[in-house]
């Protein structure tokens, strides 16, 4: 056994020659070199090239797995965005609904099968969304509305002289009254009643001292024979703002607010807007 182990080793050993041949017409080189050596250089050759191809598959299989956890996150994002909505949505919708409406009331009846298609309540929850959107806008043009329309007295008093046609109680003839007239104490405070912007304040004959407010809409209205304003144009007022002081300035049989409401470039009748609000406003006295 022994003997065969020395002639393993001998030809391990053995010399090989290594010829290389230039494509050119130069001499060709030679190179001796033992067996094991050539073996060995083989065996590192074998090795670099199987770490170069599994390296190469590892960052291809890296990069595809990149792509697929963005892929993942892009979802989870969406999915978290849509969550986030839907819990701000739900919020506000709460705001809307009647007092003591649970979320479990409005959807116990909801019947749910076995399979759940996700992309199906996705779509159904962003509908939700857009109508809860549209709900809030909706609320939003009604505040507009509400704030920009007259609403409640702008003087604490009683209506001494209505609005339509009328013997004027100074001058005698018929003449269209295309306000209110309501009887007050001089002294009190004139208040808006809506919000606008203050158009006009100043001095009028026969009215005195006149406030005018436009509110939009198609709304403005006149607080005329005040003693004194306290709102100058382009003042911005909010419903409930004093005004001015009720006055007998101009022509008038005494203390009182001449109070006008005009739709589309029209006068229109206050009572209907004072008495609209007639669970909030000042009541006549």
Do not use: C
């Not at 190469?56 to 986030?84: C, G, P, W």
């Not at 609403?151 to 604490?156: A, E, R, Y």
């Not at 144009?233 to 022509?251: C, H, K």
């Amino acid at each position: 056994m022994f003997k065969h182990t020395k002639t393993y080793i001998r030809k391990l050993f053995a010399p090989v020659t290594i010829v290389l041949i230039p494509h050119n017409d130069g001499s060709a080189a030679h190179f001796r070199v033992p067996s094991i050596v050539l073996v060995a250089a083989v065996l590192l050759w074998g090795a670099i090239s199987f770490k170069a191809i599994a390296a190469s598959v590892s960052a291809e299989r890296f990069e595809k797995m990149e792509s697929e956890l963005h892929r993942y996150a892009t979802t989870f994002q969406n999915l978290k965005d849509t969550i986030n909505r839907l819990s701000k949505a739900e919020s506000e919708f709460r705001t809307i609904l009647p007092p003591g409406t649970t979320k479990e009331e409005a959807i116990k009846s909801a019947d749910l099968g076995s399979d759940v298609d996700i992309g199906r309540i996705r779509d159904a929850a962003m509908k939700q969304i857009e109508n809860v959107e549209s709900i809030k806008q909706y609320l939003r043009e009604e505040r507009n509305i509400f704030l920009a329309t007259p609403t409640g007295w702008p003087v604490d008093g009683r209506i001494s002289s209505q609005f339509g046609w009328r013997v004027h109680p100074i001058y005698g003839a018929k003449s269209l009254h295309r306000g209110v007239d309501i009887s007050e104490s001089s002294g009190k405070k004139v208040k808006a009643t809506a919000d606008g912007v203050v158009t006009y304040s100043g001095w009028e004959a026969g009215s005195g001292y006149v406030v005018a407010v436009e509110h939009g809409r198609g709304y403005t209205t006149f607080y005329a024979h005040n003693r004194k304003n306290l709102v100058n144009v382009g003042d911005r007022v909010s419903r409930g703002d004093v005004l001015g002081i009720v006055g007998s300035t101009g022509t008038t049989t005494g203390p009182h607010l001449h109070y006008e409401v005009w739709k589309d470039g029209a006068p229109t009748d206050p009572v209907s807007f004072i008495t609209a609000s007639a669970g909030t406003a000042s009541a006549p006295r």
